[in-house]
């Protein structure tokens, strides 16, 4: 990472393609991409790949429960991880478990990104009593650890998918709102934004046409990593028993129903979800750090 | 630096009252507060005594002001389950919290200072970008899940250290510690560790950040021609130059930790105040939940206040009077 190249703003397509292919020929990062590709790709062939449908109860036995992985059920069937205490397949668990996860972690930063991006554009193109005010709900939201705010919240309302959403989205928006206000700020003293204002072109289009395309490289790999966070917090309110309800089992909440048959040894049930965790969470985090110092024009 | 002081001071009195809004309304705005804060077994003859105690037919706005003067006041309701006050009762789990959280952070600190010190000063070469990689997944393990693997292994395969509990403990001054037995010690250690690793990874980044940076700065190049010895430089120049940021950053996260350990406690089954959230959430004991938030506020916005104006003192760069605007 020695090329000069990378001091510039990344703002020209050659320049952004170039670091991006250079990043992507390196090992950690191919990869993180090829795990992210395959848990993706699984999330979505699942129904025709899992053994059986967690959901439904026909589809397993009691006469199964807990049964070490390499097991095989009475009609014959393999369980590659072994069973959990209502005789499911924890392959299947782990699948369907893994697509919920994903799916909330993808929502929550899909929403907290959007609103982010509009709160920090506005602040930093408003100005004046609008910004201090929304900087200072911004500063109040991260001023306290996540867990708490998420954890203490879902006590209040109550569990649910889309409650575990709603709180994920209110602790992570401030972090884009606060970063792309930074980034909006330096860009619109920038020629280019006076002459589309002098051009006459209402503020919104302004906004959204000329200033935001221009900071987004920031908020976007702070995205990544926050993908990998909100994955994380779905995981430990589940666990905690304030996150998804049963019904709809995430891998954080596997985790949590093998906890009970820890102490007799029976650790599959707790320690494959909890893989399947570890490896999203880290290839995510691993691409994010990869692409914050290619982009940072510090380290060069 | 008078002015500062009460500048912030303000700051941190205008967070608390926002943060007693907000609970205020969470409790009396999302459900019917006489089913949230009365236990559900009252009597009526109790509960009609509780809603004069607690105010709760008088308007909004005058049932927040009774609010925040019995918070003022250390009442923060009694807990349904316990029969106690919540408050007392969170502050008799708190020495537990903060054993915890203290020996988390010295450990991290023990550990991560040095190693993120060899990395930066080992910018670049394999081992380095080793550790560094290997600090992500240090951050990126969830940390329910790593206290079950540690259970896992050290109790129940290795059968080394009791998986639950906090062990025998000594009274110091009224206040019942663990680290003073070698059973105490025992129970200690696989929570530390488990609320250590993250932070370590983090003082890692941190140090290694630093010092990297600082090996390039003027200073550095100048004692180096001046013929002082590599150690020497490295002990008075650049860790002493990093250190502010290390030292401000250790004191946010004791902060962050006290939240952090909650899924600690309830994996080794601590007998802290994060346990006790968690388990008043399962028995839906709002006034301690209502407690804690409150307190655990309070706790924050003290070390942050604390944070910034050791940071003040330490730091003779920061102007007081840029900060203020």
């Known amino acids: 990472m020695s090329d000069p190249a990378i001091i510039q703003p990344i703002t020209d397509t050659p320049q952004r393609r170039a670091i991006l292919r250079r990043l992507r020929r390196r090992p950690s990062v191919k990869g993180s991409l090829i795990a992210l590709l395959i848990i993706v790709v699984t999330g979505l062939l699942l129904p025709s790949l899992a053994l059986q449908n967690p959901y439904d109860l026909s589809s397993f036995s009691v006469m199964d429960s807990r049964l070490p992985p390499g097991a095989e059920s009475f009609d014959g069937q393999v369980f590659l991880l072994g069973t959990d205490q209502q005789g499911r397949d924890m392959l299947s668990a782990i699948l369907y478990g893994m697509r919920v996860s994903l799916m909330v972690g993808l929502i929550s930063t899909a929403v907290a990104l959007v609103i982010g991006i509009c709160v920090g554009l506005t602040a930093a193109v408003l100005g004046g009593r609008i910004e201090t005010l929304l ?66 072109y209402s503020r919104p289009r302004v906004m959204f046409r000329h200033i935001m395309p221009n900071s987004l490289n920031a908020v976007l790999v702070v995205a990544t990593v926050q993908i990998a966070s909100a994955i994380t917090l779905e995981a430990t309110l589940s666990f905690l028993g304030v996150g998804v309800p049963v019904t709809e089992p995430s891998l954080g909440l596997l985790v949590a129903s093998g906890f009970d048959y820890l102490m007799s040894g029976d650790y599959w049930i707790s320690f494959y979800p909890g893989v399947a965790l570890l490896l999203l969470i880290f290839s995510l985090n691993l691409v994010g750090d990869r692409l914050r110092t290619a982009l940072d024009p510090k380290r060069s | ?10 700051q941190s009195i205008g967070v608390l009252l926002a943060v007693s809004v907000a609970v205020f309304l969470a409790v009396y705005a999302v459900g019917n507060p006489v089913d949230l804060l009365i236990s559900p077994e009252a009597t009526q003859a109790e509960r009609q005594q509780m809603i004069a105690r607690l105010g709760l037919d008088q308007p909004v706005w005058s049932q927040y002001l009774t609010f925040l003067w019995n918070a003022l006041h250390g009442d923060l309701g009694t807990s349904f389950v316990h029969g106690q006050p919540a408050l007392s009762l969170i502050v008799s789990r708190m020495p537990a919290t903060f054993e915890l959280v203290v020996c988390a952070l010295l450990l991290a600190s023990l550990i991560g200072i040095p190693i993120g010190l060899w990395v930066g000063l080992n910018d670049g070469s394999f081992g380095s970008r080793a550790v560094m990689t290997g600090s992500i997944l240090g951050y990126s393990i969830p940390s329910f899940w790593k206290g079950m693997v540690l259970i896992l292994v050290l109790a129940v395969w290795l059968n080394w250290l009791p998986a639950s509990g906090r062990g025998e403990t000594v009274p110091v001054l009224g206040i019942p510690l663990s680290f003073l037995t070698l059973d105490g010690l025992r129970h200690l250690t696989m929570p530390v560790i488990n609320l250590a690793i993250p932070n370590i990874a983090l003082m890692i980044r941190l140090t290694a950040a630093g010092a990297s940076e600082a090996v390039h700065q003027d200073y550095v190049k100048f004692a180096r021609a001046k013929g002082v010895r590599n150690q020497r430089i490295v002990r008075r120049h650049i860790l002493r130059n990093i250190l502010i940021p ?32 968690i388990t008043s959430i399962y028995q839906l004991d709002r006034p301690v939940v209502v407690a804690y938030v409150l307190l655990v506020t309070f706790i924050f916005v003290m070390v942050n206040l604390l944070v910034d104006f050791t940071y003040a003192a330490l730091d003779p760069r920061v102007k007081l009077t840029e900060r203020m605007s």
């Open chain 1, 135 to 200: 900087m200072r709900i911004v500063d109040f939201i991260l001023g306290f650890p996540t867990i708490l705010v998420a954890l203490v919240m879902l006590a209040m309302i109550g569990r649910g998918v889309d409650k575990v959403i709603f709180a994920i989205v209110v602790v992570q928006w401030a972090n884009y709102a606060r970063i792309m206000r930074s980034t909006a700020l330096s860009e619109r003293r920038k020629e280019y934004v006076e002459a589309a204002f002098n051009l006459g």
């Open chain 2, 1 to 10: 630096m008078l002015l500062y002081i009460m500048q912030r001071l303000m």
């Open chain 2, 246 to 277: 290390i030292v401000t950053v250790l004191g946010v996260e004791f902060g962050s930790l006290i939240a952090f350990s909650t899924i600690t406690e309830t994996v080794f089954a601590w007998p802290g105040m994060g346990k006790l959230l």
